[in-house]
């Protein structure tokens, strides 16, 4: 306003205003007696009387309530009353919507005297102008120059990453923090120069020292030894001048995003788009046998991440059904893996935990006067934390009611609203619930089941849809058609075949001969009878790839530990993996 007030974009009446802004603590500040506080902010009512020009600007305006009124005497807020009543004073005031609320809307003789007016969050475009503006005013500060390109990266990934934040704020934050960094780098010299520079001073002491003994030969001496360090030092810093870029580019705003949202620089990037593109594969070898689940779960995350979804929603929403052990937590830790770069990106959230009313408190936090309202709620504060993650809510089933319906409102609109009022934003993160409901039609002996089911693999396909659809028709009965409209898919996970825990089984030997490798120095050496003894002993379709893992660690990964414990095994040893009289041995 003041800007429009100079350059006379203003009507006429107000060419001569002047803003004039007020410091209420300044203001507060050394009134030790009754009366003191009155006596001044009756003196600038009566200045601004006087002027007839002023208008006066009070920035956090909630602080007028109360300000000044120890001991009985009248408040700031009380003060201004009659003033603003009589139309006397001019006032402009800006506070928040909360503090608007619970000092100015208690007070209803102070609220009436004002018009509110909500400044709402500007549009991309406009926060783009309002940097243009600031721009200047940044470079001449740090010293550097800002590209055009680096303000719109601040703001496309403000408005996408810090959401905890409103623009242009977190914009004008990223492109202050990026430009001082690039201040502070370019002020660190090179270890070469740092030490000329060291040598500069010891000279200029010596120099001065000798001058003042009138030791005239020797300080000339020293005098040419500091010209050539001079020009040394000279030569050192263009090198580097030449070598250093003193412009703020897309890339010096992106790491810091990076460094204030823990997300690595890779997510921030056109590579993303590879890793999407490339996920199917990636995912392919960690998760055996599941190839049309991972498909569906890359063609979701590619439709969403390119914009063919509403932005408000989360990345992904998947309900995986299957029984024990086909891969359903492993899908999830290996998306958040491959996708964000760290296994420890995954929320897991057991749902039987939550499965009474209270326990809702748990994920959005304790309303006000309840204990454990100060820790937040568990969801929200872990995702707070490490927006770009994987929520994993195992057994969705056994979850109270209410859960289902703050799901919901997550599900639709991607932002939770915790009990201390904070808001949690879910657009950047995948949610994944798992569950078991009709998992007993899967193991059910008959024509829906694959024992009786020809070995053939149009005859298992078959079979395989037919029992897809009758897990989709228990879903239907077990969760209310709101919530799952809401879910982008909903995919079923196939029993395993021998086929395909023979593969798990390489993968898991595979796995442990790595680990052997890295930590003892030893080869594994496995032959293929090895593999068809496994899938004897650890073939389960009713727990899966669980049973397997066991059958190897028992056969294989115990006698490896006990062998190197008793150094039976030693450092570059070849251990081969047989199998003699239907067992497996290791020599």
């Not at 926060?127 to 390109?149: A, F, Q, W």
């Not at 872990?382 to 599900?411: M, T």
């Not at 056969?555 to 009289?581: C, M, R, W, Y």
Request: aromatic share 6%.
């Amino acid at each position: 306003m003041a800007q429009k007030i100079i350059s006379r974009d203003v009507p006429e009446k107000f060419f001569n205003t002047r803003l004039v802004s007020l410091d209420i603590n300044a203001l507060v500040a050394g009134t030790r007696f009754r009366g003191d506080f009155e006596e001044r902010m009756l003196g600038i009512i009566e200045e601004i009387k006087e002027a007839g020009n002023i208008i006066l600007f009070i920035d956090e305006i909630h602080t007028i309530v109360g300000a000044g009124g120890a001991g009985g005497a009248l408040d700031a807020a009380n003060i201004l009353k009659p003033a603003l009543a009589r139309g006397e004073l001019r006032c402009i005031g800006a506070t928040t919507t909360d503090e608007y609320a619970e000092y100015i809307e208690d007070d209803a003789a102070l609220e009436r005297r004002f018009q509110p007016i909500f400044v709402n969050e500007p549009d991309t475009k406009t926060t783009i102008s309002i940097l243009n503006g600031l721009k200047g005013r940044y470079e001449s500060y740090h010293g550097v120059k800002i590209k055009k390109s680096a303000l719109n990266t601040a703001v496309k990934l403000a408005q996408r990453y810090i959401v905890d934040r409103h623009l242009p704020d977190s914009a004008i934050d990223i492109i202050d923090e990026a430009a001082s960094k690039k201040t502070v780098s370019f002020g660190q010299l090179n270890k070469g120069a740092t030490g000329v520079g060291r040598k500069l001073e010891q000279l200029s002491q010596e120099k001065e020292r000798l001058l003042k003994e009138e030791e005239w030969n020797r300080a000339m001496s020293v005098r040419d030894q500091e010209q050539k360090y001079k020009k040394k030092l000279k030569s050192l810093v263009g090198e580097q001048v030449k070598t250093y870029s003193t412009a703020v580019d897309e890339a010096d705003v992106t790491e810091i995003v990076s460094t204030m949202t823990g997300i690595p620089i890779e997510e921030l990037t056109a590579s993303e788009a590879q890793k999407l593109l490339e996920l199917e594969k990636q995912l392919a070898k960690k998760v055996i046998g599941q190839n049309h689940v991972l498909q569906q779960v890359a063609a979701v995350l590619r439709r969403n991440r390119v914009g063919l979804r509403d932005p408000n929603k989360p990345t992904g929403s998947f309900i995986f059904l299957g029984i024990s052990g086909v891969g359903k937590t492993l899908v999830a830790q290996s998306l958040a893996e491959i996708l964000f770069d760290d296994p420890e990106n995954l929320i897991r959230l057991d749902m039987s935990e939550f499965s009474e009313r209270h326990t809702v408190s748990r994920l959005v936090g304790a309303p006000p006067g309840y204990v454990g309202y100060e820790e937040g709620g568990e969801i929200a504060e872990k995702l707070r934390r490490k927006p770009y993650s994987v929520i994993l809510l195992d057994e969705i089933e056994k979850a109270h009611p209410e859960v289902f319906n703050i799901l919901l409102q997550v599900l639709d609109n991607g932002r939770l609203m915790d009990g201390k009022g904070r808001v949690t934003n879910f657009r950047n993160s995948i949610i994944i619930m798992t569950s078991n409901v009709g998992s007993h039609l899967i193991r059910k002996e008959g024509d829906i089941g694959f024992a009786k089911a020809s070995k053939e693999g149009r005859a298992r396909e078959a079979v395989f849809k037919d029992i897809s659809q009758k897990l989709t028709g228990e879903l239907h009965r077990s969760f209310k058609v709101e919530f799952l409209n809401r879910v982008d898919a909903t995919i079923v996970f196939r029993p395993l075949s021998k086929e395909t825990v023979r593969k798990i089984a390489k993968l898991l030997i595979k796995e442990a001969a790595n680990r052997l490798r890295e930590e003892h120095k030893m080869k594994l050496r496995v032959e293929l009878a090895v593999y068809d003894l496994l899938v004897e002993k650890g073939f389960s379709e009713e727990f899966g790839a669980r049973e397997m893992r066991r059958a190897v660690t028992q056969t294989i990964e115990d006698p490896l530990s006990e062998g190197i414990l008793a150094e039976k095994f030693k450092k570059g040893q070849t251990i081969h993996v047989k199998v003699k009289n239907k067992e497996i041995v290791l020599k």
